[in-house]
């Protein structure tokens, strides 16, 4: 089942195209992590999506029904999907007082407020923190806090704007684990704007890319930014110090690319001849994740890098998480966007 259906959705800002959307198809049940760099419009489809911007032009379902943007419409549907914002706000009351906010709107009695409102804060593990005023909390606290006014509403979908950019390490961890949580136990339909190539990796079992406003498909996957370099007449992306790839040209200076997922290759064995060595860099397998009848495989190589491999190479070549290896990145999976 469809949760989402956007067609043709564009959202233009004093002239200026910030999101470009042909067609997207979000499903029910999943967890989605929307990637993307600065500007290219994660926030904008966010709000969209949670019913709180509407678009200039196109159509969006939810649940196979195209979205009125009336505000009496809007207000079921708010109800149903709520945004947990990268900076959320809170009332200069209890922590308790603003886990119940919407608890009150929907009407519910106090009883019932204050039960779901501790199971809630329980859940992000600041049940202690109930009676604390709201507004002196930890960036990382208020963070939990606002996932639990949320969570407390038992919304179908949750959307997250950059949960964890401004927490600690230990906050983040408790954060990563709560979505977890939130999508494996309570089964909501989450989607989550994040930087973080690894957390999007760690959480999601699926990703969307953005560039520009526009979604990037597949090829996409592998968005790095790197260097442009002219040596020997030849221009050379450098993804990284010691890992550069010809590419057929460009202006030497800073740039993106993507890189295609099947034209990375882990060497195997029998690979190893001499001239694939020597275009090879070293990797680590950081992850493993099954993907229909492929493997999806996290590679470090200094930046994160996923690539797809069939089942039998990573049996025969015994391939498992942890070990180093050999990698090469073929010259035409490489595409220089920016
Ligand atoms: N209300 C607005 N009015 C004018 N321009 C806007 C508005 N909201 C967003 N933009 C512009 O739209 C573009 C996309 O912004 P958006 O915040 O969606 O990007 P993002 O991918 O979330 O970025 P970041 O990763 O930095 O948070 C940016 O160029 C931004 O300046």
Redesign the pocket.
């Known amino acids: 089942m469809n949760l989402f259906s956007l067609v043709g959705v564009r959202q233009v800002?004093?002239g200026r195209t910030?999101l470009d959307i042909d067609c997207l198809d979000l499903l029910s049940g999943r967890n989605y992590a929307l990637q993307?760099p600065?500007?290219?419009?994660?926030?904008?489809?966010l709000q969209v999506l949670a019913f709180l911007e509407e678009p200039t032009q196109g159509k969006i379902y939810f649940n196979g029904e195209p979205v009125v943007w009336r505000e009496k419409k809007l207000c079921a549907l708010r109800r149903k999907v709520i945004l947990v914002d990268q900076h959320p706000i809170m009332f200069s009351t209890s922590v308790r007082n603003n886990v119940e906010y919407g608890l009150r709107m929907r009407g519910l009695a106090a009883r019932q407020r204050r039960r779901l409102a501790e199971e809630s804060l329980e859940l992000v593990g600041l049940k202690d923190f109930v009676d604390r005023p709201a507004h002196r909390l930890s960036g990382g606290e208020t963070q939990r806090v606002a996932i639990a006014r949320a969570l407390a509403c038992a919304p179908e979908v949750l959307l997250f704007d950059?949960p964890t950019a401004s927490v600690d390490v230990e906050n983040q961890a408790l954060i990563e684990r709560v979505i977890q949580e939130i999508h494996r136990q309570k089964g909501v339909s989450v989607i989550f704007?994040t930087?973080k190539r690894l957390e999007a990796a760690r959480l999601a079992d699926h990703r969307i890319f953005?560039f520009n406003?526009k979604l990037s498909g597949p090829g996409g996957e592998n968005m790095v930014s790197g260097t442009l370099v002219s040596r020997d007449g030849s221009i050379f992306f450098e993804i990284c110090p010691g890992l550069d790839i010809p590419v057929a040209g460009g202006t030497p200076g800073s740039a993106r690319a993507s890189l295609k997922a099947e034209g990375i290759h882990i060497l195997s064995g029998q690979d190893m001849d001499r001239h694939q060595v020597d275009r090879s860099c070293p990797a680590t397998v950081q992850q493993m994740t099954v993907e229909g009848n492929s493997i999806k495989v996290l590679l470090d190589v200094g930046v994160p890098l996923k690539t797809i491999m069939p089942h039998e190479r990573v049996a025969a070549d015994r391939i498992l998480v942890g070990d180093r290896v050999q990698v090469v990145i073929d010259p035409q999976a490489v595409q220089i966007i920016a």
Do not use: D, P, R
């Open positions: 800002f004093a910030v993307g600065n500007g290219s419009g994660k926030t904008t489809l950059e704007a930087h953005l406003g």
